[in-house]
């Protein structure tokens, strides 16, 4: 991989763009799922989509979606909720700052005379990064602009046969946004991003990749050496490992649970199972279960045992189970205590 020739690679690549445009072009117009937001197709509704679908997998992105867009369905709408309700309908999604972002996002918009067309105006506002700007001005405004995620990335670095360690995924994408707009269609970007990146999620996938099936085989690199796992080449993040006990108190109709602080940095505003070592006086009983969950590069232990508990913390609260939906609960604890009432 050390023997990677840059100039050589986007030399070949930029004598075959045609090519390989036209034969993406004829996959993705056969193989693409009918998602949603491409089935009725509108402006916000690749804005919701684009910012649902940031490391989560659109599996899991279509039922949240499709109640998303019953309640809210336009930028004036969410501008117009309260950010409990926004909050609300994301819960299990992960990563909250996207829901805000997008609802802060939706304000700035409707305050606008006029919505903005290219990708570094996109930019300005709240959340909008390189990739979702692009996606959205590719999309809706024909800007002839590439996207660059993480299927983008391992659908290149094999294309080419860039086997350079990166650091992470951001600077990948930057080394390889050269590549990228050399490939894009001038004339159909829209298309030519959604078919790139439908190639990596259905085609060029991390593990086992379906080579035979690409259109793109003949010309491939990484499918040539018949090792088209080893791209990208991403440097190993170390994994930190945490361990955090957490109770289970239940009394009458009533489970106890405690609110992440406002300032978090992580899911703040969140109810969850409170953390033992920090209900003072608690006499710790039976281990009920040991949940596992990874957050960025930490893998988080969390065994749960039954507590007896005096005096409440003020950050926790006595909550009935008829009023438990009405909390925002982290996606994890949700299940955990859905589960654990079922079995006790």
């Known amino acids: 991989m050390s023997e990677w020739n840059q100039t050589q690679a986007l030399a070949e690549l930029n004598q075959n763009t045609s090519e390989l445009q036209e034969l993406l072009a004829e996959w993705y117009a056969a193989a693409h799922r ?25 599996a899991t992105v279509l039922p949240y979606f499709d109640r998303w867009m019953q ?25 909250y700052s996207r829901a805000r972002n997008l609802h802060k996002m939706a304000k700035e918009i409707v305050s606008m005379e006029r919505v903005p067309e290219v990708a570094k105006n996109w930019q300005k506002l709240t959340g909008i990064g390189p990739y979702t700007s692009a ?16 299927n983008v990335i391992r659908v290149l670095t094999r294309l080419i046969g860039d086997g350079r360690e990166f650091r992470d995924g951001p600077s990948a994408a930057k080394a390889l946004q050269a590549a990228a707009d050399m490939l894009v269609h001038p004339e159909r970007p829209g298309d030519h991003n959604q078919a790139m ?13 379906t080579c035979t ?30 361990r ?40 710790q009983g039976e281990l009920l279960a040991k949940k596992m969950r990874g957050i960025s590069n930490q893998r988080i232990e969390e065994p749960i045992y ?32 859905n589960e654990l009432k079922l079995t006790g």
């Open 71 to 95: 309640q809210l369905p336009s930028f004036e709408a969410l501008a117009g909720a309260d950010e409990a309700v926004v909050l609300k309908l994301w819960e299990g999604l992960g990563y």
């Open 306 to 337: 039954v507590v007896e508990i005096g005096d409440v913390p003020e950050h926790c609260r006595w909550i009935l189970w008829d009023d438990l939906p009405d909390y925002q609960l982290t996606g994890p604890h949700r299940r955990w205590i």
């Open 135 to 150: 996606a959205i001005a590719s999309i809706h405004f024909n800007e002839p602009i590439a996207v660059v995620d993480g």
């Open 197 to 209: 990146m439908e190639l990596g999620a259905l085609v060029c996938v991390k593990q086992r990749p």
């Open 34 to 58: 009918k998602l949603p937001w491409r089935v009725e197709p509108s402006l916000y509704r690749t804005v919701v989509s684009e910012l649902m679908c940031q490391q989560t997998q659109i």
């Open 213 to 242: 099936i690409c259109p793109w085989v003949q010309k491939c690199v990484a499918a040539k050496t018949g090792q088209p796992e080893a791209f990208p080449n991403l440097k190993k993040r170390k994994i930190e490992k945490v």
């Open 244 to 283: 955090c006990p957490r109770a289970w108190a239940v009394k009458d109709a009533a489970i106890l649970l405690q609110q992440i602080p406002s300032d978090a940095t992580r899911l703040a505003g969140h109810w969850e199972l409170p953390k033992l070592g920090e209900l003072d006086g608690a006499r």
